[in-house]
């Protein structure tokens, strides 16, 4: 039996198949392009879904969506989607109609969170904080080996925990989100502020072939010696170490997980991180966590995947 994950992200929507191991066996990618709306949106997946029936057939037996913002998993609800500027949107409905496939739908960074557990641990660690670090900040959580929704599915909105009284905006209408400070659009609208020549500065540090003022043109630039560059993931270090210091106090973790896009400058934004945990008044949790950096840059698509076949096989 095999299943299909999806990751609905601020840029980019990955689509998978893998197997009860979470074996990979295809994969593709689309734009997310939120401005042609939802109805457009729901098609293309569809249409992705049905490329991979034409090559695996009924050993399809399920799909499971990680979407970018709020979610009511029991409706299969987009309720509020920050980075796509979506409201209310049904998705599974929808897809199911138009696939023939049952669909379980969570927040994207549960559905990472589940990955986390599945293919990092292989469920040895019951209690798990994963956060996605890409466009925006999301969060997921596994606690006594369960994935944990809270009262009305929306636990793990760690993104907009608010770390500056009335700092920067956030994209979901509010000030001083740790979004706002740590999300890739923040990091780089930061840099927009200290880099004098943003074109040379692209031109010289972008990735061959890609020459684009993003995360992997900062850390390349960082690589290099760049002080403004080093400047702005020290901060970025900062800021996120002064939210996850507040999660580790109240949830206790045996790891955290970081994935997504701005994980890869680890190396750059570690030590500010690792400086504001260490100054922590409350040493306990903070000497027994464990903080890696995943290994699989699908980690959300492969853990709804995994998710969306582990639902379906309960269900019979």
């Known amino acids: 039996m095999l299943g299909i994950g999806i990751d609905i ?22 734009r997310t392009e939120p401005d042609k709306g939802p109805a457009f949106f729901i098609k293309r997946l569809a249409a992705g879904v049905d490329a991979f029936k034409r090559d695996y057939g009924r050993q399809l037996v399920s799909i499971g969506i990680g979407a970018a913002g709020d979610v009511d998993p029991e409706k299969g609800l987009l309720r509020f989607a920050p980075n796509l500027f979506w409201h209310n949107i049904k998705i599974t409905g929808p897809l199911e109609k138009l696939t023939g496939l049952p669909c379980a739908m969570e ?17 040895r660690s019951p209690n798990i904080l994963t956060l996605t670090l890409g466009t925006g900040i999301g969060s997921g959580l596994i606690l006594d080996g369960k994935l944990y929704h809270g009262a009305t599915g929306s636990a793990g909105e760690a993104g907009h925990l608010k770390i500056v009284p009335d700092g920067r905006p956030c994209h979901c209408g509010g000030r001083g989100c740790l979004e706002a400070y740590c999300g890739s659009y923040a990091i780089m609208a930061r840099a ?24 992997i043109c900062l850390t390349n630039a960082a690589e290099a010696g760049h002080a403004v ?28 997980v970081l994935t997504g896009g701005v994980s890869r400058a680890i190396k750059w934004f570690m030590p500010a991180m690792e400086k504001v945990l ?35 096989l309960k269900q019979g």
């Not at 880099?195 to 020459?211: L, M, Q, S, Y």
Request: net charge positive.
């Open 107 to 123: 927040n994207d960074a549960n559905m990472a969170a589940w990955g986390a557990y599945e293919l990092e641990m292989r469920r």
């Open 278 to 312: 260490h100054t922590q008044q409350i040493k306990t949790p903070f000497t027994r966590v464990k903080i890696k950096v995943s290994d699989d840059a699908d980690l959300g698509s492969h853990g709804a995947a995994l998710f969306g076949l582990e639902r379906a």
């Open 229 to 256: 560059a080093r400047k702005v993931w020290a901060e970025t270090g900062h800021y996120l170490g002064t939210g996850l210091a507040g999660l580790i106090l109240l949830l206790n973790p045996d790891c955290v």
């Open 192 to 215: 927009k502020e200290l880099i004098k020549d943003e074109a040379a500065f692209t031109k010289k540090f972008a990735a061959p072939g890609h020459v684009k003022f993003n995360t």
């Open 9 to 30: 992200g601020g840029t980019n929507t990955k689509l998978v198949v893998v197997n009860r191991a979470g074996k990979l066996m295809a994969q593709d990618r689309f």
